[in-house]
């Protein structure tokens, strides 16, 4: 079932073609369309009234206006279905680098609206965790090079072992309530401070 709440774009300088998605969406249970004829108020309406899905229907695209939208949906991190007449391998390419949900080429059907929706939605949603969990595992990465790096200070400047280094970590930051990555950030500070 729909969610009848969800807020929907349709960006579309060809009004019969924007009413066959209005209308695919509005059969499927969706309430909450709006629809603009004229590219050149996107980005006004998007700022005032950021919408949770946009549909894009190019029919005969230029590069030019592909690379604006590839841009927009760069910027406001919605899923964005893109439906086209033709299309070659270079943009198709740039719609996914671009992370345009779902690019439809020669495929406009109301009946089709709905389960491109979904995909959009699943696929948008799907890459989001996938950068999520790629930005956390590259912090986590990160945190575990300066803990590394502090405990080769307490190494070398207490003569402990390694997992020592890493206790006396462990205990300082539990002990002043901090995170271990942060006593370990001032210990390196520290030690750049007072030099080799």
Do not use: C, W
Not at 28 to 54: C, F, L
């Amino acid at each position: 079932m729909a969610n009848p709440d969800l807020s929907i774009l349709i960006i579309d300088e060809n009004r019969i073609r924007a009413s066959i998605i209005e209308e695919g969406l509005r059969e499927a249970g969706y309430v909450r369309v709006a629809v603009i004829h004229d590219v050149n108020e996107v980005g006004r309406t998007i700022s005032q009234t950021p919408p949770d899905v946009i549909f894009i229907d190019l029919e005969n695209p230029k590069r030019d206006t592909l690379e604006h939208f590839f841009s927009l949906s760069r910027a406001i991190q919605r899923p964005i279905a893109m439906f086209v007449d033709r299309s070659d391998g270079a943009m198709i390419e740039k719609a996914v680098e671009a992370g345009v949900s779902a690019y439809v080429v020669d495929g406009l059907k109301k009946e089709r609206v709905k389960p491109i929706l979904d995909m959009a939605i699943s696929r948008f949603n799907a890459f989001s965790r996938l950068t999520r969990e790629l930005e956390e595992a590259r912090s986590a990465l990160e945190e575990r090079k300066i803990i590394d790096q502090a405990k080769g200070i307490l190494m070398k400047t207490k003569g402990l072992g390694e997992p020592e280094a890493y206790a006396l970590l462990r205990k300082t930051a539990m002990n002043q309530n901090r995170r271990l990555v942060d006593i370990a950030q001032s210990l390196i500070t520290a030690a750049n401070l007072l030099g080799p």
